[in-house]
Nanobody, 115 residues
């Protein structure tokens, strides 16, 4: 089992920044992927960014150039730096850990972008 603890959500004005963190603990394998999904109100969950232990990153087109995913493998922690936030970025953000066919989720953290 893997446990994920997220932090860093909140309310921010359009154009502002937030940094999300997600720490994994438990049965962590050295090769894995971690990342973030989000679920806007009334919509389906969507991939935001993904980071493998080999350094390969993927982003949703809607966040490219504004969001940056990074990770500290020694701490089993993944970060999501979100800049130039827009109202449409408002969502519950979920961290995930993935190893082979297994995927674990964090509890979610609310990000609200509003003036």
């Amino acid at each position: 089992q893997v446990q994920l603890v997220e932090s860093g959500g909140g309310l921010v004005q359009p154009g502002g920044s937030l940094r999300l963190s997600c720490a994994a603990s438990g049965s962590i394998f050295s090769t894995n992927a971690m990342g973030w999904y989000r679920q806007p109100p009334g919509k389906e969950r969507e991939l935001v960014a993904r980071h493998s232990t080999f350094g390969i990153t993927n982003y949703a087109d809607s966040v490219k150039g504004r969001f940056t995913i990074s990770r500290d493998n020694a701490k089993n922690t993944v970060y999501l730096q979100m800049n130039s936030l827009k109202p449409e970025d408002t969502a519950v953000y979920f961290c995930y850990y993935e190893y082979r066919v297994s995927r674990y989720w964090g509890q979610g953290t609310q990000v609200t972008v509003s003036s």
